[in-house]
């Protein structure tokens, strides 16, 4: 288990280096999950699905007092980091329950792709390869031609083939298949008796709807915000973003999207829903 600063001066355990870099100025920089009035007050109960090495956490823990916050990180290598990285917030009156599990739509065992190399962007549900490659290139100037000049000069049909090489390598080469506890929401619920959940953060990197799909009914106006990656790229994932935000509106929920970036020009974007 490696050790590094961040920028803030912390000291933080970490897998690899470029979910960290990627994640921590998302978080504490951008305040990516806190926008469109998503807000923390003393003593909220915050869901982290997909909490991978407790980056959110560490971010949530420093916004509001007394809080109770429940982590949600599937590969075990990952989850070790995370307690790491959570053990000191008991000392700041915070009370944290970690699971070693993802949440989904039904309690099962699953096959996840791990990506040591970019262990944030793990996933139970493989991205859509060809849809993948088709936002590339459709974006390929602005996502690559700005750091890589040269590229520029690539004729497409070549283009499109160093991509799909470079995304099988980053995706399927590099990763390793691990089998994974998956549980319901409504099931940790119950379990810790709660009433309500002030803020529910997902991102389960593909695999968003799968975790509401696991809220029964009667828990749904418990949740009171979400924070929450979307990712389109993935086989018959077009449409996600609307049917997301759809059932979001029918749950009693005002829903808004987030900023244009880089991320969307992949296909994914941010999702934040709030009661009013």
Not at 36 to 47: E, P, R, W
Request: aromatic fraction near 10%; charged fraction near 25%.
């Amino acid at each position: 288990m490696d050790k590094m600063t961040l920028p803030n001066g912390e000291e933080f355990f970490y897998y690899d280096t470029l979910t960290t870099k990627i994640v921590y100025p998302e978080i504490f920089i951008d305040h990516v999950y806190h926008q469109h009035g998503i807000t923390l007050q003393d003593g909220d109960v915050i869901f982290d699905v997909g909490a991978n090495m407790g980056m959110y956490s560490l971010y949530a823990s420093k916004q509001a007092k007394n809080l109770q916050i429940y982590t949600f990180e599937p590969v075990p290598v990952i989850f070790e980091i995370l307690e790491a990285n959570l053990s000191t917030l008991s000392k700041l009156s915070h009370t944290v329950k970690n699971y070693n599990i993802g949440l989904s739509n039904e309690p099962k065992m699953a096959e996840i792709n791990f990506l040591p190399h970019s262990s944030g962007e793990s996933s139970f549900i493989p991205v859509d390869l060809d849809f993948k490659v088709f936002k590339i290139m459709e974006n390929f100037n602005e996502l690559i031609g700005k750091r890589r000049p040269k590229l520029r000069l690539m004729p497409k049909f070549l283009r499109k083939i160093w991509i799909r090489r470079r995304i099988k390598s980053f995706y399927y080469k590099k990763g390793k298949k691990i089998q994974c506890k998956l549980r319901t929401m409504s099931e940790i619920i119950t379990e810790n008796n709660i009433k309500t959940i002030h803020m529910l953060k997902i991102d389960a990197e593909n695999h968003e709807d799968q975790v509401l799909k696991g809220i029964k009914r009667e828990d749904w106006e418990k949740i009171q915000q979400i924070a929450m990656e979307v990712h389109t790229h993935i086989p018959r994932g077009a449409n996600l973003l609307e049917e997301l935000t759809q059932l979001l509106t029918e749950k009693g929920f005002t829903c808004y999207e987030g900023e244009k970036s880089k991320q969307t020009l992949l296909g994914v974007y941010m999702l934040y829903a709030r009661r009013e």
